[in-house]
Structure formats: C-alpha cells, structure tokens
C-alpha cells in the first residue's frame, strides 16, 4: 500500500500544526505510523491522498449515521447555500430545527445550538451552576465531556473524589471543583453524595459511555443516578453528544423513558457540520442570555448551512429509523468476528456493542459476566493488540478509529459486501498478526 503523499504532507504538517493535526487522535499517536490524509469520502467509503479506499467505520466520530454524502443532507446543505452561509441574525433554520426536536423529545423543552459537543456541556454547565448556586460538578471517570477544564480531570490519587488535572494548563482550583466518582461502583457512588451532595450543582454522565471504550451499564444505574441527584437538590445532565440520535433517535433518554434536567448534543445533530446543542427543561434554559442571568453567546452559533444539514438529517432519520436494522447488522458482525477470532485459536475476542456502536475487546475481562462496565475492567493488553490488529486492516482496506479505546461507528452505508469483506479482512489479520500476547 502506498503512502507517500500522506507521509509527506504530514511531515509538512508537523512543522505548522501542533503533532500535524487538529484534533488529537486523528495523529494516529495511540496505533503508530502516519496518519491518512484523507482526500474524499462517499457512501461507507474514504479515499486517501495516495489513492487508497477504505471501508470507513469511524465516519467522522459518529455524525454520519447515513454515510458520507448523504444525498439528502447534501441537497438540503446545497440549497441553504445558494441563501448565503452566515447571516449573525435571526433566522428560520434554527428555529425548525429546535420546533422539530422540542416536538419529539419531552424532556426537551427549550434548545440553544452552539458550534461543539465541548461548547454544548460548558454552557450547560454553566447552567446548571446559575440554576443551584453551587459549584461542583459530580463526573464519572470513563467519561468524556470535550475539552472543557473542569472535565479534564481525574480522579485524585488521595481522597479518590477528589479531582486532579489531566491536562497541562487546567488550574487545579478548578480541578477541585469536579468531583470523580468510578463508573460501576455504587457504594463508592453512594458514599460520594453522602459527603458532598449538598455542594454538587449538577451530576454529568454519558449515559451509554462511548469514549473510552463502549462501557454499558446496569439497568436501573440511571435511574438511580437520577433519583440521589433530585434528593441531593442536584441536576442531572445527561451527555448525549455520541448516544444522541445515534442508538435511537432519543438516544438513551428516549431509550430507557428517562427525563435529565439538561442534556448535551453533537455529531448526528449537525449532520456532519459543527453543531452542538444543550437543552432541557425550560425554566432551566430560560437563565440564558437574554432571557436570563447565564451568558452564553457565538458568532457562527446556529449557522444556517449547518441548522440545513441537521434538518436533513434527523428528518431523514425520523421517516426512515435505521436503528433495528444497524443493530442486527452490528450483532451479526459481532458473531462473525467472535467465530473468525474463534477459528484461528483466539477464544479472548468480543465485540460490545450498543445500536449502531461498536466496540472490539480483546482480552479475558475479569468481570462477573464478561462485560467491560469501568476503565478499570479493560484489559491490560487491549491497546497492544487493537493496534496489531488495526494495521492489519488497514492493510487491508478496513479503517478503524485509530485507538483502541474508540468505538466503531456503523451506517446505513455500509453494504453487506462492506461487512463480508470486513469479516475476511479480519480473520486473515488475526491469521498475520495473531492476537495471542
Ligand atoms: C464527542 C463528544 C464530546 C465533545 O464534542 P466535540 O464536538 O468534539 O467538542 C462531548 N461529549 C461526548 C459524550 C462526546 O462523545
């Protein structure tokens, strides 16, 4: 396979872009070797600089539940554009498209878009503080809410709660103002609001956590969490930037007939433009700017081509739901994998997998039932092994997310040729770069 053109433009890159890309995984840092640059994409397919196609199944982290080039989306994007492309006014698009989501989702019932995931969970943040007067934000480790600095902590090595930076330049005044508490582990959940749920503003939680791995959790978690936040006189927020629209379209809200205070969207709402929203119960949002106290502002917020894609898309996804239909085609993926992995000697394989998200682990998992519920259940060699793995496919012409703790993300596009040819391409992987350690 071919790669100097990729090769060359990333050692251009390097010189002018922090590790020569703009969003860090896209680096390939967690799997080694250049990353592709890609040059198009299509249908469930991306095609590199160098000529190469790939069966896609990161599309774009997950907003591209149709594939690429949606001839919808496309045409709704097209048609915006003939209008102008950012007017810093008021105009139509966003409000069809909040009327189309407060219509459909009940805990919904005012919506603000914003340009990311990360700026969607810091306004609702932000809101939640001005709701209660209170400062801190109970997270789980497993976790991942953007690149704000207050969810860029960890669990501290001391008092295990208490949070620590996990990134050069976040202050750990602010650090100290997020509470962590394991994800899968009630007493400690338990204990946690116990001691600090007077001072806790808002609990934050990926209800089907998809960041670090796919880690789903008991029944009833939810539920529970919901119930010690309203006695604590906590909000809950749920962030639904990965689940939303993807595993249904009320993500797991919708899914589990849950009701969050506030909760957070991205990818799939933007239909592959930068889209976030926050949104929730009205008196909630209604401490927004202008209509309250909260400020909240942006230049490009609700940009018209943008709001074009998101309608599209979740009006596309509404008249033709995709999602049985995505999870049989994942399960059945994950049979076939586990049976390839099986014959060739590798009985520690097994796909998670939730809807249309996926998520390949190798290793005995040490759990009751298998099932990798925390980061502290992956394991040990699950990076070592995904990154053999992933440069066998991608010899082969199958793109992964390149990290072992990202999840796959599966479309409509994606035929059963993709699938078979998938399948083949991974048992003869596993054949060439075996997954024993
Ligand atoms: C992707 C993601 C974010 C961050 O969204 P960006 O658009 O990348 O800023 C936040 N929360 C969750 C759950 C996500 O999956």
Known sequence: MKTEVSQSL?????KVSPGGVHSPVRAFRGVGGPPRFIREADGSRITDVDGNSYIDYCMSWGPLLFGH??????????????????????????????????????????????????????????????????????????????HVDSMLVKAGSGLAE???????????????????????????LEALWATHGGEIAAVI???LPANNGLLPQRPGFLQSLIQQ????????????????????????????????????????????????????RADLMDLVAPAGPVYQAGTLSANSVAMA????MLRKLEREPPYAVLQQRVNALG??????????????????????????????????????????????????????????LLARGVYLAPSGFEVGFLSTAHSDADLETTVAAFTTALTAAPGAD
């Not at 006695?231 to 919708?254: T, Y």
């Not at 994998?337 to 014959?343: E, N």
């Not at 009751?368 to 066998?392: I, S, W």
């Open 205 to 207: 939680v990926e209800p």
């Open 69 to 146: 080039q949606d001839p919808e989306v496309r045409a709704a994007v097209d048609e915006a554009l003939s209008r102008g492309w950012s007017y810093g006014a008021a105009e139509a698009g966003s409000l069809e498209l909040a009327e189309f989501i407060v219509q459909r989702l009940p805990w919904v019932q005012k919506i603000r878009f914003v340009n990311s995931g990360t700026e969607a969970v810091m306004s609702a943040l932000r809101v939640a503080r001005g709701a209660t007067g209170r400062s801190k934000i109970l997270k789980f480790s497993g976790c991942y809410h953007g």
């Open 335 to 392: 049979s076939a994998l586990t049976a390839g992995a099986a014959r060739n000697g590798i009985g520690d394989f097994g796909l998670q997998s939730h809807g249309s998200l996926f998520w390949p682990v190798f290793g005995k998992v040490g759990t009751a039932d298998g099932v990798v519920r925390a980061v502290e259940h992956v394991p040990a060699n699950q990076a070592r092994r995904f990154t053999r793995l992933f440069h066998a």
């Open 309 to 312: 894609a998101g309608l599209a």
């Open 229 to 280: 936040a309203h006695k604590a006189g906590a909000l809950v927020i749920f962030d639904e930037v990965i689940s939303g629209f993807r595993i249904g379209f009320g993500g797991m809200a919708g899914e589990l007939g849950l009701e969050p205070d506030l909760v957070t969207y991205g990818k799939v709402i933007g239909g592959g433009f930068p889209v976030g929203a926050y949104g929730g």
């Open 10 to 14: 990333f050692e251009r890159a390097l």
């Open 162 to 188: 208490m949070a620590s930076p996990d990134s050069a330049g976040v202050p750990p005044q602010t650090a100290a103002d997020t509470l962590v508490a394991p994800l899968d582990d009630p007493a400690q």
